[in-house]
């Protein structure tokens, strides 16, 4: 087994959407050699004025701390894209290298969706890895770019030792009735190609890597069965 390989993966729910019943999440990967990986940061601990569709819960501060990680234990934040709801802690990591697609990370600065959050994810750039495309982030470990949701998304592919292939699909596909070739474009999404053509992808993907666990970005129903933070996947 490879030095960096993943040893396991914890799901954490650090807050709610109440009105459409939807939780927000991020995760935890935790390799061999002590590694500790964090995959988005959930909701900023102070709502920015007019924010009233979202609320928090334990955040993820609070959840690490639950299993002995303080914010300076964080080695890497995976950035899947920097909407509220995702990158609302970045800053709190101080010791982290933020991994992000270059496309999102260009596109965020000048784009007013993500104004709100630029205290948190606009940081010295000697602490952020722009990647350009599906990339092997350490064995175990692959970030597949799934542009659509936003410019620029990624998803996260995890190979854990027991549970095999988990894919995290996050925004790309945020509930498992999208996770299919026959969906039909709605009119709602002005990306819809794009994020038909992540989706696909990510289908092909999952036959390819025969993934046994596909874990959806916020879907309730699905979210109730998974194991939380503290218990884990391995």
């Not at 995702?86 to 992000?100: C, D, E, I, P």
């Amino acid at each position: 087994m490879s030095r960096n390989a993943v040893k396991r993966l914890y799901l954490m729910q650090v807050g709610s959407m109440p009105e459409y019943q939807i939780p927000i999440v991020c995760s935890l990967v935790q390799t061999e050699d002590g590694k500790n990986i964090l995959i988005d940061s959930g909701l900023p601990e102070i709502m920015p004025e007019g924010e009233t569709e979202f609320e928090n819960g334990q955040d993820v501060i609070e959840q690490l701390a639950s299993i002995g990680l303080k914010p300076d234990d964080i080695d890497v934040v995976i950035s899947t894209h920097y909407d509220i709801d995702h990158a609302g802690r970045h800053a709190a990591f101080t010791k982290a290298q933020y991994v992000v697609q270059r496309v999102h990370h260009l596109d965020a600065a000048s784009n007013p969706r993500f104004a709100a959050t630029r205290p948190e994810w606009d940081q010295p750039m000697e602490r952020i890895r722009l990647v350009d495309g599906d990339t092997e982030l350490l064995p175990g470990l692959t970030l597949i770019e799934t542009s659509g949701h936003v410019p620029g998304h990624q998803s996260v592919l995890v190979r854990l030792p027991k549970t095999g292939a988990t894919l995290l699909t996050v925004d790309a596909v945020p509930f498992a009735a999208g996770f299919t070739r026959d969906e039909q474009d709605d009119g709602s999404n002005p990306d819809a190609e794009a994020t038909r053509a992540s989706t696909v992808k990510l289908l092909d993907l999952a036959e390819r890597e025969h993934v046994g666990l596909v874990i959806f970005g916020h879907d309730q129903a699905q979210w109730e069965g998974l194991k939380k933070l503290p218990e884990y996947y391995e």
